[in-house]
């Protein structure tokens, strides 16, 4: 199957086309790659893969309709300095295809501000109205109306001459020229790569930072390159049969004059459009990033106190590629709670878990002993809420209680001191911790129970349980309070060793 090469920035560029100046939100449907990552380039081949696709039906959440086509209102290619004395003006130009493109390699260079992809393309055309006067190999040219350019077999070049080339709209209405169903449209074939890079300063704007790019390079080698230009000559269709052909017999000499025209022209386009996406979208909100401190600062706890809060304030989305899973709402199947000494006799089986409040937290302290092997933190969640299906049976203060059904549990100002203990292992080549040991002491201000369809739904004693239970809340957690730390405690293990797994001692705390 031929394969098309086309700018992935382009789309990126487009997302967000009709931002207002306010600091903007990409769509839920794009999905973010975190610059810890050690596999963060083959992330954003995927997610760029699966944002272009989403785009198909734009995006209605920034008012964009459908990217299929992409419109672009005009473009001009300057004349040659050799066989091409002609300017070519392009208008009302429609780009279909870019939606299914495919990202066949990424590399963000992010510390020096410099973005380099590859991609192709399965289709690509483009439609325009033309209008020129000059001359081609010594031979006179003039005309306006509907065109298309055709391009096989691109290497080693980037999509904006591919798409400026192409413009054109081939059996459009009007066109004098005889074209078969099967030549409607164009085709940008590419059997290798298709390079662009983009060069980038960093600013700030209401205290977050933004890329502006000041520089897009790209190339373009196609293997082949065919014309059409109806309603040359005034319509006159044996002089424009004629000059299409000799252009099309010497697309090389006629395209190579012109190349540098194409290639200023866009990158002056995709230079624009990029800029409407990383101007307005924050680089936090592109590239998800956890706030580094290295061992040696002088102020590491305060660092990582700070870079604790960054980080879970990130996980309102899953960061697969570094194992953290989304933790708003965090989804646990199952919790026991086992039975208490005193007043709270009787065992707590949750299904379905969803705990909410987990990213607001704060952290006001924290400290790690690399010789130990230990880190320390503080934390408070303003409201901790849990969500479940519940089943129990037995006693509550002396009272009966049974029952099955939805329930929910908040703790308010709900302080945390957590103790993780490590022990370091390598993997390939590289130093990692694990987890092997972890404490949790929870301390909420308020504890509210509500635990519906007690009794059998019987709707007064129901009630009246809860209200017992809220009223004796202090006294009721403090009988399974130890029961609550441990099965948290399991939880926090779990989500820190799938990160620790992936990411090296030296990622998240520096060289020793």
Known sequence: MVRFGVNVFLFLAAVVASFTT????????????HKSDPHFDDCLVVNIEGAIRSLKNGAPELGLDSFEPLLISSLIIGEGSGPVNVQQNFKNVKLHGLTGSIVSKHKARLDENILYAESVTPMLRLEADYDMKGRVLL??????????????????????????????????????SAISDEDEGFVCGVNTKINHTLYGEPFERKGRTFLKFVNYTVTLRPDKVQFHFANLFNGDDRLGD????VMNDNWDVVFTDVREGYEKSFGLIFKDLA???FTRVPLKDI????????????NFGRCLAAAVENAVGQLDKQIKEVGLPNMEPLEVPALRIGAGTGPVAFEQNYKDVLVSGFTKLRCSAAAMDFAAKTLNMTVTIPQLKLEFA??????????????????????????????????????????????VDSKLVMNPKLIQIKLDNLFNGDKALGDNINQVMNDN??????????????????????IFNNLLAKVPISEIFGED
């Not at 004629?242 to 052909?245: F, G, L």
């Not at 049974?402 to 945390?416: A, C, F, S």
């Open 22 to 33: 306010r600091a903007a939100k990409l769509p839920s449907s794009f999905k973010r790659c």
């Open 139 to 176: 031979l006179p040219i003039y005309g306006e109306g509907p065109c298309n350019v055709t391009l096989e077999q691109l290497r080693n070049g980037a999509i904006r001459d591919c798409l400026g080339l192409f413009s054109g709209r081939i059996g459009a209405p009007g066109s004098t």
């Open 242 to 245: 004629e000059i299409n052909r």
């Open 275 to 277: 800029n409407r996406v």
């Open 287 to 298: 590239f998800l990033d956890f706030t580094k401190c290295h061992r040696k600062e002088s």
């Open 390 to 435: 519940y089943e129990i049976s037995g006693k509550i203060l002396l009272l009966p209680i049974y029952g099955k059904g939805p329930g929910v549990i908040t703790l308010d100002e709900l302080e945390q001191v957590l103790r993780f203990t490590f022990e370091e292992f390598e993997k390939k080549g590289k130093k990692h911790f694990r987890v």
């Open 473 to 494: 809340w202090a006294e009721v957690f403090a009988d399974v309070k130890p029961s609550y730390e441990e099965a948290f405690a399991k939880i926090f293990l779990s």
